[in-house]
């Protein structure tokens, strides 16, 4: 049972476009949502983070947006360079008795063609 | 440099038996995990541990067992149970997450495992 759900699987993107990658998440305690990028044969690296509080975060290219009432968050990768081709995650974090817990979407595989 | 170390990078099993996969870290994090990446499917945990000589089962445990001694490390046994071992496992730590602050959690480049 998947708790956050994400979209595209893969998505194209011509260099200096937009790649906008989409989670939705199921009605549970959360406090938390980061994103990771990670390359081929690497672990993932944290790129961008956001709690509910807050609708909208920007880091450079890197945008978050979170809609708690749609229960809805977003990655935008402005002007999207070569160097950003690696697979995006999305993941949600559950405080809970028995410890911390992130829950991870499938995954987006984005290739930026130069 | 702080970080997360893995090893073996890559490891091979033989039917019927158990494997180790290490997992040191330096960032002196009390939390350490334990995730199984396969294709499509995103990262999976398996085992999680919040403070030595403690650990919780993840999603998906059965075939895996874990210990704790040392706040550094957090080695990760793959059974003979486990039947499709075949996977990406990787290790992350972070600092101890409190209500309404999660803490990013930190990877190691992974132990690929295969059967053979």
């Known amino acids: 049972q998947q708790q956050v759900k994400q979209s595209p699987q893969s998505l194209i993107v011509q260099k200096g476009g937009i790649s906008i990658i989409n989670c939705a998440y199921e009605?549970?305690?959360?406090?938390?949502f980061p994103w990771y990028q990670q390359f081929p044969g690497k672990g993932p690296a944290l790129l961008i983070a956001?709690?509910?509080?807050?609708s909208e975060k920007k880091e450079g290219r890197f945008t978050i947006s979170f809609n708690k009432s749609a229960k809805q968050f977003s990655l935008h990768i402005m002007d999207s360079q070569p160097g950003d081709s690696a697979t995006y995650f999305c993941?949600?974090?559950?405080?809970?008795?028995?410890?911390?817990?992130?829950?991870f979407g499938a995954g987006t595989t984005v290739t930026v063609r130069a | 440099d702080g970080g997360i170390t893995q090893s073996p990078k890559y490891l091979f099993r033989k039917e019927g038996q158990n494997v180790t996969l290490s997992c040191e870290q330096n960032?002196?994090?009390?939390?350490m995990y334990w995730y199984r990446q396969d294709p499509g499917q995103g990262l999976r945990l398996i085992y999680y541990?919040?403070?030595?000589?403690?650990?919780q089962k993840g999603d998906i445990a059965e075939g895996y067992s874990v210990s704790r001694e040392k706040k550094e490390s957090f080695p990760l046994t793959v059974t003979s149970a486990q039947k499709n071992p075949t996977a990406f496992y990787l290790c992350a730590s972070s600092n101890v997450p409190k209500q309404g602050a999660g803490q990013p959690q930190h990877f190691g480049d992974g132990t690929r495992l295969s059967i053979l």
């Open positions: 960032l002196n994090h009390d939390a």
């Open positions: 956001i709690r509910p509080d807050v």
């Open positions: 541990s919040q403070i030595v000589n403690d650990f």
């Open positions: 993941a949600k974090g559950s405080p809970s008795m028995s410890g911390y817990k992130l829950s």
């Open positions: 009605n549970t305690a959360f406090d938390y």
